[in-house]
């Protein structure tokens, strides 16, 4: 069936280190990703995206990296902060409807 | 400008009641889509809404209905709720029926 997962449930970061949260989808054919942040108690929350004519996008700390070739999608945050402490989503876009498939998420622990 | 909201933030139900959830989409999105959170897991797609017409669906029973009106905003209606059912219910917005999806807060259904 579709699926969209994540390599690691929980990755822990010294704070100042960069993070690199991994995510492995199935269906070919998608060709819109996104990384979604999610606290806790609250809804997730937009980081970046990347379309599938791209291979690298960057945002504020913040780079998405994707590889067609082996259907792997990749977040980096740079100088990780107590901030970012949270689940991380990564999904991907099916059809026309904007169905969005999620995998089961990451969850990053920045220790002080 | 207003994101995405939703009520109620809480709802308890006990099994075979039925419950409406709604979301006020954000400001100018003709498009809502409802998504199921398990504890622990991403996000499942339920269905979604374009101008009031449902526009794909996920692998959900009849009893998940929805509704859109003239001014965007949505209703989830679940019938005979089960034990299952319990979960984090999220709406999200978004311009048109392939844009960039703003997600609301969710309602947390438990149900006894």
């Known amino acids: 069936g579709e699926s969209v997962g994540l390599h690691l449930p929980t990755l822990s970061v010294q704070e100042g280190d960069n993070s690199i949260i991994n995510c492995a989808y199935s269906n070919s054919a998608s060709d819109y990703f996104i990384w979604y942040k999610q606290e806790s108690g609250k809804g997730p929350q937009f980081i970046i995206d990347?379309?599938?004519?791209?291979d690298k996008r960057q945002g504020q700390r913040v780079t998405v990296l994707l590889n067609k070739t082996v259907k792997h999608l990749s977040l980096q945050i740079a100088a990780t902060q107590p901030g970012d402490s949270a689940v991380y989503f990564c999904?991907?876009?099916?059809?026309?409807?904007?169905?969005?498939?999620f995998g089961q998420g990451t969850t990053l622990q920045v220790k002080p | 400008e207003t994101g995405v909201t939703q009520s109620p933030t809480h709802l308890i139900k006990t099994r075979g009641q039925q419950v409406t959830l709604r979301c006020s989409s954000q400001s100018g999105h003709n498009t809502v889509s409802w998504y199921q959170q398990a504890l622990g897991q991403g996000p499942q797609f339920i269905f979604q809404y374009y101008r009031e017409e449902e526009n794909g669906r996920g692998n959900f029973p009849p009893r998940f209905s929805g509704l859109q009106f003239p001014n965007y905003s949505s209703e989830l209606n679940v019938n005979a709720l089960e034990l299952d059912d319990s979960a984090l219910y999220l709406c999200a917005s978004s311009l048109d029926r392939v844009d960039l999806a703003f997600f609301g807060p969710g309602t947390r259904l438990t149900v006894l």
């Open positions: 990347i379309r599938s004519n791209m």
């Open positions: 999904a991907e876009r099916s059809g026309n409807t904007g169905k969005l498939i």
